[in-house]
């Protein structure tokens, strides 16, 4: 019964945040873009305690991942990250704010991660369910990083002009 409750809420959060995003989609980035950040403050800690629980489950014993694969999952977030990025600008406009560029793609590039992430796990299968939720923990590290910390330095750099 925890279980259920627990993927309901979850989901609740997640069509949450979507219908919020949607209704935000429209508007200028208010302040000087830290909440663009704020996925990352966010994420970091929620993933670390992942992390944390992963290496504690009961009656188990934890073999973290080996360096190399570790790093081929950060340099596949990278590669995500960076392709993501490509995708994310922003413009001044008339009034004097500044707006996120619509990009047609965008959608489906994030479905395209998705279904990568998806297909990825299914081809590891041969690994722990633990190494593989760490080294799904890395690779959604490094791209959201990698992705909110370049859009925010676009920002600034619009903002700037």
């Given amino acids: 019964m925890t279980t259920i409750f627990i993927y309901a809420l979850l989901a609740v959060l997640v069509g949450l945040m979507i219908w919020l995003r949607t209704k935000r989609r429209g508007g200028p980035v208010k302040g000087n873009g830290i909440r663009i950040l704020l996925p990352l403050f966010i994420a970091f800690p929620l ?24 790093l081929v999952a950060g340099l596949l977030g990278a590669l995500f990250g960076y392709v993501i990025l490509l995708h994310t600008a922003y413009e ?47 690779m959604a590290l490094v791209y959201i990083s990698i992705w909110r910390i370049g859009s925010f330095i676009k920002f600034r750099r619009t903002l700037s002009v």
């Fill in 47 to 70: 993933m670390m305690m992942s992390v944390y629980q992963l290496m504690h489950i009961p009656g188990q014993t934890y073999a973290p991942p080996a360096f190399w694969e570790l």
């Fill in 92 to 138: 001044r406009r008339d009034d004097g704010r500044i707006y996120p560029k619509p990009n047609q793609y965008f959608k489906y590039i994030i479905i395209a991660i998705i279904l990568i992430r998806v297909v990825l796990t299914q081809y590891l299968s041969s690994l722990g369910a633990t190494e593989i939720s760490m080294l799904a923990i890395t």
